[in-house]
C-alpha cells in the first residue's frame, strides 16, 4: 500500500522557513485538498499497475502549479 500523508500541509518547510506569506489561505487549502484526494486513494482497490503511479503524478503536478503562485504573484506585483 502507498504512504499516506496524516496530516495537512504544515505551516514550515522541513528546512524550518516558514511557509507564512507565502501561500495564500485559498492555495493552502488546496494543497490541503490535495492530501485528502491522496489519502482517499490510497484505500482504493487497485485496478490497474500503472494507475497509482500516473495519481501520484498528477498529484505532483498539481502542487507545483500551486506552488509556483507566490513567485509568479511577486513577478506581477509592483515591486518585480
Sequence with gaps: MARRNKSPIP???PSGVAIDGLLSVEELAAMNGL???WNAWVK???LHPDETTEFRR???T???IIMS???RREFNSDNA
Design 69 to 71: 503562485r507566490p513567485v
Design 11 to 13: 505551516r514550515t518547510a
Design 58 to 60: 498528477a498529484i505532483h
Design 62 to 64: 498539481a502542487q507545483h
Design 44 to 46: 482504493l482497490e487497485s
Design 35 to 37: 492530501v485528502e484526494a
